[in-house]
C-alpha cells in the first residue's frame, strides 16, 4: 500500500539528538550518560542513573542522598489512586492496563509542578502503583513505601511486604539500570512526541506505558518465561522451536529492530542471572535457560538466513526478574517502572530544545469522490 519513499517505522531515521544513550546495532554496543553499559549498570544503583540521565554527571555523596529523599519522599499515591487500582486489580485488568490508570492519575491530589519536579514524582510513584496493583491482585492489603530503602529495594519491598536480600537488590538495580534508556524506542518516542506539543510529563509517561504494553515492544518478557518454563518441563528446546518456528510464529526474546548482534543488554542480565541463580537459585533452570538460547540462536539461522536473530534484552529479563521474585505478571511493568526514568529525562531534553514533532503521511487514498445521499446508495 504505502509507496516506496515511505519510511515504514521510521526506521533509520534520526529525529533527535541527545545525550542520554547511544547504540550501535552492528557491533552491540551501549552507552548510557557517557558510560558503557556494564559499567553503568553492574556498579551504580537506580537513583545514581537517573541522576545521571538528569543532570549528566554522577552525584557526590550528599548529591545523591538529597536525590534519594527527595524521590523516596514522592513515593506515595492518593486514595484515588489506590481506588482506580483497587479497581482495576478486581476486573483482573493486566499490570500493564493498571500502571497506564496510575499513571493517568498520578497528578491527583498534587499541584501541578516544573517539569523537572513531575518527572520526579512520576518516576517515584511509578513502583507504589504497581506494588499497590499486584497486592490488591494477590487479595493482601497495599504495602506502604519505606522511605530508609532505595528505590530498588523499596520495590521489592511493597511487593511482599518482606525486606529483600541483597543479591535480590543487586539484580534488580542491575536489571533497572540495564532498560532505563535506549535510544529512540517506541515507548520513548511517544513521550517526547507528547511533550513536544507542550502537553505535560504526566501525559507522556500515560501515553509511554500504552505503548511499552505491545509485544514487539516491552510485552515480551513474559511470554519468555513462559516458553523457558515450558522448555525446562520438556526437556526439549530443539523440538520446541521448530515447532514454533514451522507454526510461522516468532521466538519471544530474539531479534532487534536495531542490533544486528547479540543485544547488549543480554550480555549484562546474562551475568547478572548467572551470579544469582548461582548463589542459591534455581541453577537447574538456569542451564535450559542458557542451553535454549544456544539452541534457539542455531535455529533461528536456519530459519531466517543473513538475518541475524540473536538474543535480545527480554530473554535475560525474564530469567533475571523471574529469580529475584517480580510475579511474570508483573515483567513490563517493572519495565516501566525501569523505562519511565529515560522517559522524563527525554521529556527534559525535548523541552530543553522543543520543536513540534510533526512528521508527514503520503496520501494513497482516492481523490474526486462525489457525495450521494445515504438513501440513495
Ligand atoms: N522469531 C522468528 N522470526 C523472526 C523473529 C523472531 N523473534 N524476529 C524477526 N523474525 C523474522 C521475521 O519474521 C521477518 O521475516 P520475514 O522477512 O520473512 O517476514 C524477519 O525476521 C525480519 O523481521 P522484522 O519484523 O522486519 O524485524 P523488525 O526489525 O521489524 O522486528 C522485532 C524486530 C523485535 C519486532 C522482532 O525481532 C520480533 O518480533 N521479535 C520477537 C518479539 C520480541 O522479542 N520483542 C522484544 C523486542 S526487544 C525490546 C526493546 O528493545 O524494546
Redesign the pocket.
Given at each position: 500500500m504505502a509507496g516506496d519513499d515511505i519510511n515504514r517505522?521510521l526506521?533509520g531515521v534520526p529525529v533527535a539528538a541527545t545525550r542520554l544513550s547511544s547504540i550501535d546495532g552492528e557491533t552491540g554496543e551501549l552507552i548510557i550518560g557517557g558510560f558503557e553499559l556494564p559499567e553503568l549498570a553492574t556498579n551504580a544503583t537506580y537513583e545514581e542513573t537517573l541522576y545521571l540521565l538528569f543532570h549528566d554527571q554522577v552525584p557526590d555523596s550528599e548529591e545523591l542522598a538529597a536525590f534519594r529523599t527527595d524521590l523516596a519522599e514522592q513515593r506515595s499515591i492518593g486514595p484515588a489512586v489506590h481506588a482506580v487500582l483497587q479497581r482495576a486489580a478486581e476486573e483482573e485488568k493486566p499490570a500493564m492496563d493498571a500502571l497506564r490508570m496510575g499513571a493517568a492519575a498520578a497528578n491527583l491530589g498534587h499541584e501541578d509542578g516544573e517539569p523537572d519536579e513531575d518527572a520526579k514524582r512520576v518516576i517515584a510513584a511509578f513502583p507504589t502503583i504497581v506494588a499497590a496493583y499486584w497486592r490488591y491482585r494477590q487479595g493482601n492489603e497495599p504495602v506502604a513505601p519505606d522511605p530508609d530503602l532505595g528505590h530498588a529495594a523499596n520495590y521489592l519491598y511493597m511487593l511482599t511486604g518482606e525486606r529483600p536480600a541483597e543479591a535480590a537488590v543487586r539484580g534488580l538495580e542491575t536489571y533497572l539500570n540495564t532498560v532505563v534508556d535506549?535510544g529512540l524506542?517506541?515507548?520513548t518516542f511517544t513521550a517526547r512526541v507528547v511533550v513536544s506539543t507542550e502537553s505535560d510529563v504526566v501525559s507522556a509517561a500515560t501515553a509511554a506505558v500504552g505503548t511499552l504494553k505491545g509485544?514487539?515492544?516491552?510485552?515480551?518478557p513474559g511470554p519468555?518465561l513462559d516458553m523457558l518454563q515450558a522448555v525446562h518441563d520438556s526437556g526439549d528446546p530443539e523440538g520446541f522451536v521448530r515447532e514454533k518456528?514451522d507454526a510461522g510464529?516468532?521466538?519471544?526474546?530474539?531479534?532487534?529492530?536495531v542490533y544486528r548482534v547479540r543485544?547488549p543488554r543480554a550480555a549484562v542480565l546474562s551475568a547478572a542471572a548467572e551470579q544469582f541463580y548461582a548463589d542459591g537459585g534455581d541453577s537447574d533452570f538456569f542451564e535450559t535457560v542458557v542451553e535454549f538460547e544456544d539452541v534457539a540462536v542455531d535455529l533461528?539461522d536456519e530459519?531466517?538466513p543473513g538475518?541475524r536473530?540473536e538474543t535480545?534484552?527480554?530473554?535475560y529479563t525474564a530469567a533475571l526478574l523471574h529469580g529475584v521474585g517480580v510475579p511474570r505478571d508483573l515483567f513490563t511493568a517493572t519495565f516501566g517502572v525501569a523505562r519511565v526514568g529515560g522517559w522524563m529525562a527525554h521529556c527534559l531534553e525535548q523541552l530543553e530544545d522543543n520543536r513540534l514533532i510533526r512528521p508527514e503521511s503520503k496520501y494513497v487514498g482516492e481523490r474526486g469522490r462525489t457525495w450521494t445521499p445515504v438513501e440513495q446508495r
Open positions: 517505522g526506521e535506549h524506542n517506541a515507548s509485544p514487539l515492544h516491552g510485552g515480551a519468555v518456528l510464529e516468532r521466538l519471544m526474546g530474539f531479534g532487534h529492530r543485544d533461528l530459519h531466517k538475518r536473530l535480545n534484552v527480554e530473554f
